[in-house]
C-alpha cells in the first residue's frame, strides 16, 4: 500500500525558516519524480519544485534562492527547505511522487504552512 505522509509544517514569521519532509512506503521510491505542490486559499494548486532520480532539480521562479528540495533514497524521503518565508507562502503544500513512463502518481495528505506576523 502506498503512503506519502508530510510533516513539518506549522505557524512560522515571515523571514522564518522551515523543513518539510515527504516520508513514502509502498513503493520503489528512487525510480520516481518527486515533487512539492502547494495550494493557498481561493487558488489552483501549483508547482513549487521537483527532483528526479538523479538528483536534479526544478523550482518555479516565486521560491528560486529560498526554497530547497532534496532527497535522500536510503530513507525513502524528499525534503523541502524553506527560508525567508513569505506571506504568499502560506499553503497547504503536498508531496507527489510521479513516473512518468509508467504513468503512475500519487499524493500525499498535505501539510499546512502559515506565514503570519
Known amino acids: 500500500q502506498v503512503h506519502l505522509v508530510e510533516s513539518g509544517g506549522g505557524l512560522v514569521q515571515p523571514g522564518g525558516s522551515l523543513r518539510l519532509s515527504c516520508a513514502a512506503s509502498?513503493?520503489?521510491?528512487?525510480?520516481?519524480?518527486m515533487s512539492w505542490y502547494r495550494q493557498a486559499p481561493g487558488k489552483e494548486r501549483e508547482l513549487v519544485a521537483f527532483i528526479n532520480s538523479g538528483g536534479s532539480t526544478s523550482y518555479t521562479d516565486s521560491v528560486k534562492g529560498r526554497f530547497t528540495i532534496s532527497r535522500d533514497n536510503a530513507k525513502n524521503t524528499v525534503y523541502l527547505q524553506m527560508n525567508s518565508l513569505k506571506l504568499e507562502d502560506t499553503a497547504v503544500y503536498y508531496c507527489?511522487?510521479?513516473?512518468?513512463?509508467?504513468?503512475?502518481?500519487?499524493w500525499g495528505q498535505g501539510t499546512l504552512v502559515t506565514v503570519s506576523s
Open positions: 507527489n511522487a510521479r513516473w512518468p513512463i509508467r504513468k503512475l502518481e500519487f
Open positions: 509502498g513503493f520503489t521510491f528512487v525510480m520516481y519524480v
